[in-house]
């Protein structure tokens, strides 16, 4: 080969080469280059899950807090840099990319206790807080039909979610409307034994469903989160509820989470319960453990 041959050649070969690894970049990240993509992928997203708040130390249990406990929790995380997030925004940054916070945080609420609001309503906008309750429909129905309300046993009534939902501190989330009951003909909202697949889709579909248009019709809000009763998960309920429009899908796992990119997907979110029992330095030991 010549030498004017050898000189076209080596001055074509470094445009050859950017061409063809140009194209084997943009094939193996076309994704990046999508509109929903930011520089934030595996982000580590603890879950709480609470239930009823008690004014009364004495009655601190499994699954009840009190006020200060709660606010001990939500001051050491703010120091510690987490920020609370709605679902609503772990779907935008899902969907469309919109940036999530450096440390963000999903606090829950089960069941509707009527103590969210009479003693946790104050505290979330001092602190400028973001939950989510996950209602319970039954318990809801039975309290709006209540003249009196006690912290100590009562739920919230529709017009009283609609008031966490107008407050903008809360969000709203579908607890099944009468499946809260562990040791009945049905465990939670699990599938029984020799039941077919399309007798469970009904069952569900009244029940949460039902809630789903109660919720909507009453209070203005149809959740896109779903919390399952006690934890109790069949395979068969993610497509019935993800057919509903449910977007995230609340267990009682407790196990790390990491979001990354997925636009228009559903997700289970695994949360840690939090007993009144233990100081919030045990707990937040715990909770902000990384390890999957």
């Known amino acids: 080969m010549g030498k004017k041959r050898w000189m076209a050649v080596l001055l074509i070969m470094p445009v050859f080469l950017f ?35 008690i004014d009364n130390a004495g009655k601190a249990g499994d699954y009840i807090i009190t006020p ?13 840099g987490y920020q609370t997030v709605f679902v609503a925004d772990i779907l935008a940054f899902m969907d469309y990319g919109v940036p999530l916070p450096e440390k963000p945080v999903l ?18 906008q001092e602190m400028d807080l973001k939950a989510i309750v996950n209602v319970e429909g039954a318990f809801t129905e039975q309290s709006t039909q209540e ?34 009951d562990a040791s009945g003909e049905r465990a939670g909202c699990k599938i029984n034994p020799g039941e077919s697949e399309e007798d469970y ?9 039902g809630l789903q248009e109660l919720l909507t019709d009453r209070c203005a809000t149809t959740p896109v ?26 267990t009682c796992y407790e196990q790390p989470n990491y979001l990354n990119i997925a636009p228009e997907s559903s997700i289970l979110l695994h949360r840690y319960n939090r ?15 990384q390890e999957a």
């Open 147 to 180: 003249q009196a309300h006690n912290p100590n046993y009562s739920y919230l009534t529709w017009e009283e979610i609609s008031e966490l939902q107008d407050s903008g501190y809360f969000e709203i989330g579908n607890h099944t409307y009468d499946m809260h």
């Open 107 to 124: 606090v829950t609420f089960d069941d509707g206790h009527y103590n969210i609001k009479e003693y946790l309503l104050p505290i979330m």
């Open 19 to 53: 061409v063809c690894l140009s194209g084997c970049r943009s094939l193996n990240t076309l994704p990046a280059m999508m509109p929903a993509l930011t520089a934030q992928k595996d982000i580590f997203l603890p879950v709480i899950m609470y239930h009823s708040v």
């Open 68 to 80: 200060e406990r709660f606010a001990s929790d939500m001051t050491y995380l703010q120091q510690n």
């Open 225 to 250: 989160t779903f919390a399952y009763p006690y934890g109790f998960i069949s395979d068969e309920s993610v497509p019935v509820l993800q057919a509903m429009g449910f977007r995230v899908l609340l």
């Open 275 to 289: 007993p009144g029992n233990v100081s919030t330095e045990q707990f937040m030991e715990k909770l902000l453990r």
């Open 201 to 209: 889709a009904k069952v569900l579909e009244e029940d949460i469903g």
